[in-house]
């Protein structure tokens, strides 16, 4: 039993949870009658922009805001979209997952509301190609609701109507960028479109599209059904609700958790995570995915909300936690990153894709101990060339910001293993299974 209020994950806990007939049993669904009966889209948007509702995918951007671009349907005649994005592909983050996979019907509803607000006649939910099992239960909810008279025409006998269609991607980390995802939706090349145009004005098929996350649209009947009052009773002002925290690495407890936003990050690993494994002591953390950056263990006094973390040069990303104990290398760990975001660059600008192929090689050899005292100062120039907001995406800013962080916070460490000839265990020396990332 949690020791902070839940709601999120209040219904994954029961039995047969990802089915129609339980979610019924517990309310599901009149959130979205609410809205259809009595509520106008207008309404809807008022009440998620009431209740401070910001999204969950990395951003932090407002979503009732987010809701509010979509043009005018009277001057526009256009079909218009929306997309999940369940594509969650960040390292360390695996929330989206627990969700589609325990409470499916939950999403359903989340986009449906959403759906209506913008006036959406179809939304996409594009799933990361992994996720097998929960893209089988959210079809299987569709399908459930469909049948129900839930999805497709004139739901619940309203005027409104909405078909809802899954896309499984295939392993490509730069499809959760916005454009990315809808590019391969449209059949093409999971390439990021230069902004603007912006989505909202010309998205899928070019016609108006917001894309959403899986958790933030998961509040939305939530926040129908109580009242952005209540909805603002937790986390913190700028920063309402609760939010899931995935925490992995060297800890005694890791899992994905409910918490309200604001809670210290000492006090989740203290209080939720059991403390650092094996008696040893925090070297290194990572606050929301691994683009957030490498921060210092006295960093976690830091409140876990988006302000908070801004303000200590980090952000809150998608509240994935990932702790490193003091046998572990932040070098080799940055180093690991670097292969993948090199790995996962579309190619289209040269300094994602040149920059992150040597961002890797140069954290390789100061990992393998045949790095220069230059290097470091050849890293943060690699860094200023690729960030902020020099490409047409935020990969390149992505693997510019941990680099940014291991240099600021964890500099002694580049400059111990160019003088003392890389990673101990390239110095002869024997270091524990698991140490490292």
């Known amino acids: 039993m949690s020791q902070f209020p839940t709601y999120l994950l209040d219904h994954a806990a029961r ?7 339980v979610y019924r049993e517990h309310g599901g669904y009149t959130a979205l009658e609410k809205a259809l009966k009595l509520m106008t889209p207008e309404a809807v948007i008022d009440e998620v922009k009431a209740s401070g509702l910001r999204g969950r995918g990395g951003a932090g951007f407002p979503t009732g805001l987010k809701w509010s671009f979509m043009p005018d349907p009277e001057k526009d005649k256009r079909p218009r979209y929306v997309a999940i994005n369940a594509d969650e592909s960040e390292p360390g983050t695996c929330k989206d997952r627990v969700l589609m996979r325990e409470d499916p019907h939950g999403l359903v509803e989340g986009t449906l509301i959403a759906a209506y607000a913008m006036r959406c006649e179809a939304a996409y939910i594009y799933v ?68 603007p145009p912006f989505p909202a004005g010309f998205g899928l098929w070019g016609c108006p599209t917001t894309v959403n996350n899986v958790e933030t649209v998961f509040n939305a009947p939530f926040i129908l059904n109580r009242g952005s009052s209540w909805f603002r009773s937790m986390g913190t002002e700028k920063s309402p609700g609760n939010f899931l925290c995935g925490i992995s690495g060297h800890v005694e407890k890791p899992g994905v958790y409910e918490l309200p936003l604001g809670l210290p990050a000492q006090k989740i690993l203290d209080e939720v995570a059991g403390g650092i494994w094996k008696g040893r002591k925090l070297k290194a953390w990572i606050p929301g995915g691994s683009s957030t950056g490498f921060l210092k263990p006295e960093h976690t006094s830091t409140p876990m909300d988006h302000d908070s973390l801004k303000g200590i040069g980090s952000m809150f990303g998608t509240g994935a936690m990932i702790l490193l104990d003091e046998t572990a290398s932040v ?10 975001y090199e790995h996962e660059s579309c190619g ?55 680099t940014h962080s291991v240099i600021r916070n964890f500099k002694d460490e580049l400059e111990e293993y160019v003088r003392e000839g890389g990673h101990p265990e390239y110095r002869g020396t024997q270091v524990p299974q698991e140490a490292g990332a």
Request: glycine residues 10%; charged residues 25%.
């Open 15 to 21: 039995e047969d949870s990802h089915t129609l007939k």
């Open 128 to 195: 990361r190609g992994e996720y097998r099992l929960p893209y089988d239960r959210v079809q299987a909810a569709i399908d459930e609701a469909r049948a129900a008279g839930l999805v497709g025409q004139n739901i619940l006998g309203s005027d409104f109507s909405c078909e809802l269609h899954m896309h499984k991607g295939a392993g490509a980390y730069i499809c959760g960028e916005e454009t990315g995802l809808m590019e391969s939706l449209e059949g093409k090349r999971g390439h990021p479109r230069p902004k």
């Open 331 to 340: 070098t080799r760990s940055a180093r690991i990153l670097m292969d993948f």
């Open 348 to 402: 289209q600008c040269s300094q994602c894709r040149e920059g992150t192929q040597w961002l890797s090689q140069i954290f390789l050899r100061i990992e393998q101990g045949q790095g220069r005292t230059e290097d470091i100062q050849l890293l943060e120039d690699l860094a200023n060339g690729m960030a902020p907001g020099k490409t047409i995406c935020a990969l390149s800013d992505a693997a510019a910001i941990p």
